[in-house]
Protein backbone atom coordinates (compact mmCIF):
# COMPACT_ATOMS: atom_id res chain seq x y z
CA UNK A 1 0.00 0.00 0.00
CA UNK A 2 1.19 3.48 -0.55
CA UNK A 3 -0.55 6.31 0.86
CA UNK A 4 0.51 9.71 -1.01
CA UNK A 5 -0.08 13.29 0.03
CA UNK A 6 2.51 15.55 -1.33
CA UNK A 7 3.80 15.85 -5.11
CA UNK A 8 7.20 14.62 -4.04
CA UNK A 9 5.41 11.27 -3.36
CA UNK A 10 4.94 10.78 -6.74
CA UNK A 11 7.91 9.28 -7.34
CA UNK A 12 6.60 6.14 -5.53
CA UNK A 13 4.54 5.79 -8.67
CA UNK A 14 7.73 5.40 -11.14
CA UNK A 15 6.17 1.52 -11.99
CA UNK A 16 2.94 2.80 -12.68
CA UNK A 17 1.24 3.57 -15.92
CA UNK A 18 1.29 7.88 -16.96
CA UNK A 19 -2.03 7.48 -16.45
CA UNK A 20 -2.18 6.69 -12.81
CA UNK A 21 0.86 9.27 -12.14
CA UNK A 22 -1.18 12.02 -13.85
CA UNK A 23 -4.38 11.10 -11.73
CA UNK A 24 -2.79 11.01 -8.62
CA UNK A 25 -0.75 14.28 -9.04
CA UNK A 26 -4.04 15.87 -10.29
CA UNK A 27 -5.93 14.55 -6.91
CA UNK A 28 -2.88 15.93 -5.18
CA UNK A 29 -2.80 19.11 -6.83
CA UNK A 30 -6.57 19.67 -6.16
CA UNK A 31 -6.04 18.89 -2.25
CA UNK A 32 -2.77 21.29 -1.86
CA UNK A 33 -4.68 23.84 -3.15
CA UNK A 34 -7.33 23.40 -0.88
CA UNK A 35 -5.34 22.19 2.28
CA UNK A 36 -1.87 23.88 2.02
CA UNK A 37 0.96 21.34 0.41
CA UNK A 38 2.84 21.16 3.83
CA UNK A 39 -0.07 18.48 5.14
CA UNK A 40 0.32 14.92 6.45
CA UNK A 41 -1.63 11.58 6.28
CA UNK A 42 -3.77 13.20 9.08
CA UNK A 43 -4.15 16.57 8.20
CA UNK A 44 -7.63 17.99 6.63
CA UNK A 45 -7.73 17.23 2.77
CA UNK A 46 -7.05 13.55 2.83
CA UNK A 47 -4.63 11.94 0.61
CA UNK A 48 -4.08 9.03 -2.17
CA UNK A 49 -4.10 5.42 -0.77
CA UNK A 50 -2.30 3.01 -4.32
CA UNK A 51 -3.57 -0.68 -3.42
CA UNK A 52 -0.75 -3.08 -4.72
CA UNK A 53 -2.01 -6.14 -3.22
CA UNK A 54 -4.99 -7.47 -2.61
CA UNK A 55 -4.82 -8.21 0.61
CA UNK A 56 -4.66 -4.71 1.39
CA UNK A 57 -7.83 -3.85 0.60
CA UNK A 58 -9.76 -6.16 3.68
CA UNK A 59 -7.43 -3.98 6.14
CA UNK A 60 -8.37 -0.81 4.39
CA UNK A 61 -11.81 -1.94 4.98
CA UNK A 62 -12.24 -3.04 8.04
CA UNK A 63 -10.24 -0.04 9.78
CA UNK A 64 -10.29 3.72 7.82
CA UNK A 65 -13.12 2.81 5.49
CA UNK A 66 -15.27 0.87 7.93
CA UNK A 67 -18.94 1.99 7.29
CA UNK A 68 -18.56 3.84 4.13
CA UNK A 69 -19.78 3.74 0.96
CA UNK A 70 -17.65 5.27 -1.83
CA UNK A 71 -18.65 8.77 -3.55
CA UNK A 72 -18.02 7.56 -6.90
CA UNK A 73 -15.80 4.84 -8.86
CA UNK A 74 -13.90 5.46 -12.47
CA UNK A 75 -11.75 3.29 -14.57
CA UNK A 76 -8.49 5.73 -14.88
CA UNK A 77 -6.72 3.70 -17.05
CA UNK A 78 -7.40 0.16 -18.84
CA UNK A 79 -5.42 -2.14 -21.06
CA UNK A 80 -5.20 -5.39 -22.25
CA UNK A 81 -4.13 -6.80 -18.51
CA UNK A 82 -4.93 -4.60 -16.46
CA UNK A 83 -7.78 -1.85 -15.56
CA UNK A 84 -7.15 0.60 -13.05
CA UNK A 85 -10.13 2.61 -11.10
CA UNK A 86 -9.93 5.78 -8.62
CA UNK A 87 -12.36 5.36 -5.94
CA UNK A 88 -13.41 8.34 -3.71
CA UNK A 89 -14.73 7.82 -0.04
CA UNK A 90 -15.25 10.96 1.98
CA UNK A 91 -14.72 10.21 5.25
CA UNK A 92 -15.80 13.87 7.04
CA UNK A 93 -16.28 17.22 5.33
CA UNK A 94 -12.49 17.65 5.08
CA UNK A 95 -11.22 14.53 4.57
CA UNK A 96 -10.99 12.07 2.25
CA UNK A 97 -9.13 9.19 0.56
CA UNK A 98 -8.84 7.96 -2.94
CA UNK A 99 -8.03 4.28 -3.38
CA UNK A 100 -6.43 3.59 -6.48
CA UNK A 101 -7.18 -0.45 -7.44
CA UNK A 102 -6.63 -2.75 -10.40
CA UNK A 103 -8.64 -5.96 -11.43
CA UNK A 104 -10.01 -8.17 -8.47
CA UNK A 105 -8.68 -5.64 -6.01
CA UNK A 106 -11.55 -3.03 -7.50
CA UNK A 107 -14.03 -5.44 -7.28
CA UNK A 108 -12.92 -6.80 -3.86
CA UNK A 109 -13.31 -2.87 -2.88
CA UNK A 110 -16.78 -2.20 -4.14
CA UNK A 111 -18.59 -5.40 -2.53
Same mark, same amino acid.
Given at each position: M =?N?? +? #??????????? #?? @? %??? &??? @? =?? @? /???S????? +??? *????? &?? %??????? %???????? /???? =????? *? &???? *???? +?Y !??????? !? !??? !?I? %??? #?? #??????? +?
Open positions: =ILC +K #KEDLNLLSEYP #KE @I %VDS &VDN @I =IT @I /LNEYGKDR +KLT *DDGGY &VC %VIEEIEE %VESLKVNI /LKGL =IEEFS *D &VIHE *DGID +K !SSTLYLL !S !SDY !ST %VIT #KN #KATDELL +K
